[in-house]
């Protein structure tokens, strides 16, 4: 099984094959020279066993930053202010484009309503949350949590997004899609990372088919009884040729499904007494019949209080899906 190190090496080596093309058809030869000087020095210091660490401390480069540019010599604390301004500036361009792949905060389709928050621990989140209208009597949605945090951890959402808006565009069944999801996510990313996700699809007669892979239990919402529906297998990409099974649920109208990330549940207080799934489920039962922009509303405010002002935050998303109707029209 390849490292890390391994990946990063492979990178490094693609970097500098390519180089050497673009330098034979190139009339500007400084850059590219400054260029593959660098590459050269990382596999330089790969060979000596010692590569990753800062220039200035000789401390290890942050994992995040190394796997988003593997060229990195300074760790953040000896960045000059010019390099922590591009950095910034990096950054920031990276939360506007992942906040231009989330759905819509409130989407109606088939009979169904559906309302999200999602909640960045930093400027942007490895928590991935997505809703898709794929047919007229069907809709999607999906929530999940990619291991790690930050840059990293935001550029392999995206990748999982992608993929997952491609695979239900085929109309393959959850399972399906789901494994073949988990296959390119384990073929393309390093062997450290995997995503705890719940893919389902809303069927416009009440049925839900849920697919869940190593997440938190999503809840089924039945006027005073409150379902934690487990996982159905394990997280994806933890291996290339994992298989999952599917669930099969029949919502009410009225009925809610509530989705969440560990960020919700794990929140600590100020005692360090985490928020737990035991509060949820009561404040979700004592809130069953609202509407699924106000039960996340609540949710968020209830679980804003807990944490107590100055608190760390982890990525933190919340999806509430509702079967339209009344609910005291049921059986
Ligand atoms: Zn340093």
Redesign the pocket.
């Known amino acids: 099984m390849s490292t890390p190190n391994d990946m990063l090496r492979n990178e490094l080596l693609d970097r500098r094959s390519r180089l050497e093309i673009v330098q034979k058809n190139s009339m500007d030869m400084s850059q590219i020279q400054d260029l593959l000087a660098s590459v050269d020095h990382a596999l330089g210091h790969m060979d000596k066993g010692d590569y990753g660490l ?6 290890p ?1 942050e994992k995040d930053r190394l796997l988003a540019d593997p060229l990195a010599r ?5 960045l000059t202010p010019g390099q922590q301004h591009d950095l910034e500036e990096d950054l920031q361009l990276a939360a506007q484009i992942q906040k231009e792949m989330l759905p819509k905060p409130l989407v109606e389709h088939a009979g169904w309503v559906i309302a999200h928050h999602y909640a960045p621990a930093g400027l942007v989140s490895g928590d991935y949350c997505d809703v898709l209208t794929s047919s007229e009597d069907t809709v999607s949605f999906m929530l999940g949590d990619v291991s790690g945090k930050g840059l990293a951890a935001s550029m392999l959402m995206g990748q999982l997004h992608a993929m997952l808006r491609t695979l239900t565009a085929l109309g393959l069944p959850l399972t399906q899609a789901v494994e073949r999801a988990s296959r390119g996510f384990c073929e393309s990313t390093l062997p450290t990372h995997f995503a705890t996700l719940v893919c389902g699809r809303a069927h416009r007669s009440g049925t839900v088919e849920l697919c869940n892979a190593g997440h938190h239990p999503a809840l089924l919402v039945q006027g005073d009884s409150i379902i934690p529906l487990e996982a159905t297998g394990l997280p994806i990409g933890l291996f290339c040729n994992e298989k999952f099974l599917e669930k099969s649920v029949r919502l009410q109208p009225g009925n809610s499904l509530v989705l969440f990330t560990d960020g919700l549940t794990e929140m600590e207080d100020e005692s360090g007494r985490p928020y737990g799934t035991e509060r949820l489920i009561e404040l979700v039962r004592n809130n069953s019949s609202a509407a699924p922009q106000v039960m996340v509303r609540t949710i968020l405010d209830d679980w804003t209080k807990f944490r107590g002002p100055g608190f760390k935050v982890d990525d933190m998303t919340l999806m509430a899906i509702r079967r339209k109707g009344d609910s005291s029209s049921r059986q």
């Not at 800062?54 to 401390?59: G, N, R």
């Not at 300074?74 to 000896?78: E, K, V, Y």
Request: net charge negative; aromatic share 0%.
């Open positions: 800062c220039d200035v401390c000789h401390e480069i300074l760790c953040l604390a000896h």
